[in-house]
């Protein structure tokens, strides 16, 4: 039976706004269930859910594997490191190995962009993207729009930028594509050297000043700088980029009083975000890792199956 | 009778007498007020606790609080319905159910598959000292042995025919009506 987001939840670029907007809404009414004194629902009962991770990431899995118990699921975690993948094996391979022991989702986090698309190409089992390299990393962008939703009543009008390494960001990709999807407003700010060639083409604006795009944003989404493009030659120093692009209390002060602060975690403190304002009161960051259970859950139900409105429609008169 | 033209079973006086009589039953059988909890099983259980908690404190001068309950996520069929998602919201009054005596209320009782799926839900929430089944109407099908225990009507309807209970502020006006239908009930 097709599901209502189809069989794989791959990015958002191909995702409608009605499918995006179901997605939250779903989320938001399985928040209430983690309130619970027993956090757990039936829905997922018997089936099988593989983690695959073959990049590092402790939040996103445990995300996952929360997500996945409270809709009482069974799930294994494979790691890359200390798997027959370290051996050499395929990835199909892998994946094949995997469907022979009879599972029904997996939740792939891979480090080439595109995996997730491969394997779901391949395996009838539902596919989840849990990050494909530079690519998307729907689960993310989804509990930031959740996020933004919860503070500001809408996502339509807003103006949300993005700051930080977008050229290697696949949470700003996701995030580009459902904002504008949902009717935000875009834009993007951060280093030359971080950006796509003509990121405009993506329908964002672009700040090459944080001043200014602070003085703009309703919602400014900070990225992680990872550590590694500072080796690589993108940025001279982690001093020189927090100075020129540094989320500070100082910077936010020009910003509109009800300005909202997102991160994806984990944050390089000092880096591109200063501690004052990672606790501050404008930022929602603990709101994002709670949000992102409920928003894994949903993406799960609805990609197994789930269906209420219709459940209303059956019950009529009664079951 | 031919689809599209629903026959009444009860027009607004008779719900509301019923509701009085099922009222003072549940005070009967709780024993009084005092640690009942009515539950409506989402959606039209829902606005119907709220009056039975009216009809209730009208009656005895104490509210017993109401919470309201979706089964969706209960559900035994969840796999074989339809593809567009919305999950109700669950929520219990304060102070929990623990050695309450829960009242779930649904409209329309007719396979038990959704009490089955309640019983289940509550059991989440905590352990109630008694749980009793009202319904406005038991149309006759069970699937499962479970039965109401207070109910405001009693009709056998066939497969083919849909029992609804229509209630502000979800519908325009309080009945029920029974009308023919293309037989898909789960």
Known sequence: MPTFLGKDLIGLEHLSAEQILAILDTAETFKEISERPIKKVPVLRGKTIVNLFFEPSTRTRISFEFAEKRLSADTVNVAATGSSVAKGETLVDTARNLEAMRIDMVVIRHSASGAARFLAERIPSNVVNAGDGRHEHPTQALLDLLTIRDHRGRIDGLKVCIVGDVLHSRVARSNIWGLLRLGAEVAVCGPATLMPAAVETLGVRFFRRIEEAIEWADVLNVLRLQLERMQAGYVPSLREYNRFFGVSNDRLAAASDDILVLHPGPMNRGVEIDSDVADGPHSVILDQVTNGVAVRMAVLYLLAGGAPEAAEAAKGGGR | ?186
Do not use: K, W
């Not at chain 2, 009222?23 to 009056?51: F, I, K, Q, T």
């Not at chain 2, 929990?96 to 779930?104: F, K, L, T």
């Not at chain 2, 089944?133 to 006759?140: K, Q």
């Open chain 2, 1 to 186: 009778m031919s689809p599209g033209t629903p026959r009444e079973l009860m027009d607004e006086r008779a719900v509301e007498r019923a509701l009085a009589r099922m009222a003072r039953e549940l005070v009967e059988r709780n024993g009084g007020v005092r640690d009942m909890v009515l539950v409506g099983v989402h959606r039209r259980g829902v606005p119907l606790s709220e009056r039975l908690a009216d009809e209730i404190e009208r009656a005895e001068g104490a509210r017993p609080p109401v919470g309201s309950l979706d089964i969706t996520l209960y559900r035994d069929d969840l796999m074989a319905i339809g593809p567009r998602p919305v999950v109700g919201e669950s929520r219990l009054p304060e102070g929990g159910i623990d050695g309450r005596a829960v009242v779930i209320v649904d409209d329309v009782f007719y396979t038990g598959r959704t009490v089955r799926a309640a019983l289940d839900e509550l059991a989440d929430f905590g352990r109630p000292s008694r749980i009793t089944l009202c319904v406005l109407v038991d149309r006759g099908g069970r699937e499962l042995p479970i039965q109401p225990d207070v109910v405001g009507l009693t009709v056998q309807a066939r497969a083919e025919q849909r029992v609804e209970v229509l209630i502000p502020p979800l519908d325009e006006r309080l009945a029920v009506v029974m009308a023919d239908r293309p037989g898909d009930e789960s």
